[in-house]
């Protein structure tokens, strides 16, 4: 593979980043991951502006090559032969020439910039959406800035190893009663047609997929209701499914081990993951 890292594209062997780098060290890092379908981008703008306003909710610079992460997005797909896939940007606070807790000063340090693609073959037609997801909850523990979307990824990767421990593909976290968000994803249960979702707040992450996702329901007249709910209320629902960028639309079918439904992905979420595929190819880049 091909990689940027810092200006420049090496193959993966040679890409390096100091020890010293912020990152590396504190987690002090965003990321964005951005979907390839047939070589082109999907939602980009909308990646690209999350970035922004992660960069700033840190008071992190803007790194220098900003402007020029479409251009370079597209190079990686170039140069990678990407059809179908993932690119992964990191953006940290840098690499002062040691580890202290106070941020460096912006104007002596440059963020470090590091992308990679990930080639995932026929990632439009996953099997697992026609399976569905089995879901486990799981205590949200996570800091209270999930709107920022920072490198600070072990307990949802720990949640995720719950839920492979306990036999499930993912875990959906609850807080004071109500569920957040899925470990990698939004979550939505489906109540007599109505799509149904947490609201926005620094307890979850404004999802790109979850806002593209809403306005083509409401434009299809699907009825969409943003309020928190429950386990109990999502295991007693018509369906469920988690929406990402890596992921589309994927239909859930088990919550704690309480089948919903007939066991199948829903009609909903099947509708919905077709929508989102078609209409985001529509505006890919
Ligand atoms: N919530 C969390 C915690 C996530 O990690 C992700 C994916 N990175 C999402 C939601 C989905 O966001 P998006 O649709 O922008 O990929």
């Known amino acids: 593979r091909t990689v940027y890292v810092n200006g420049a594209y090496l193959p993966e062997t040679e890409a390096v980043v100091s020890v010293f780098d912020r990152g590396f060290l504190m987690a002090d890092a965003v990321y ?21 306003r992660s960069l700033a909710e840190l008071d992190m610079r803007k ?18 032969g990407l059809e179908d ?32 693609t990930q080639s995932k073959p026929g990632l439009a037609d996953s099997a697992q959406a026609k399976t569905g997801l089995k879901v486990i909850s799981v205590e949200d523990i996570r800091w209270g800035r999930r709107d920022i979307k920072t490198v600070q990824l072990l307990y949802p990767s720990m949640g995720k190893m719950m839920a492979k421990k306990a036999g499930a593909d993912d875990a959906w976290l609850v807080e004071d009663g109500c569920v957040t968000e899925g470990t ?18 620094a307890d979850i992450l404004h999802g ?62 099947r509708r919905l993951r077709e929508i989102y595929i078609d209409e985001s190819l529509k505006t890919a880049v």
Do not use: K, W
């Not at 951005?34 to 990646?47: C, E, M, N, P, Q």
């Open 32 to 52: 964005e991951v951005t979907s390839v379908l047939g070589g082109r981008l999907i939602d980009f703008a909308g990646h690209c502006a999350r970035l922004e």
């Open 63 to 80: 790194p220098a090559c900003f402007d020029a992460l479409l251009d370079i997005h597209r190079e990686l797909v170039a140069r990678n």
């Open 85 to 116: 896939g993932l690119i992964y940007l990191q953006v940290t606070r840098g690499s002062p020439g040691d580890r202290d807790f106070v941020f460096p000063d912006p104007d002596a340090t440059e963020p470090t910039v590091v992308l990679f």
């Open 184 to 201: 990698s994803n939004n979550a939505y249960i489906v109540l007599n047609g109505r799509i149904v979702t947490r609201a926005l707040g």
């Open 208 to 269: 790109i997929t979850r806002a593209a996702v809403l306005r083509f329901a409401r434009e299809a007249q699907m009825e969409v209701e943003e309020r928190s709910f429950t386990i109990a209320e999502a295991q007693g629902a018509d369906e469920a499914f988690v929406t990402s960028a890596s992921a589309f639309v994927m239909p859930v079918v088990e919550i704690d081990g309480v089948t919903l439904g007939d066991g199948a992905p829903g009609p909903v979420a």
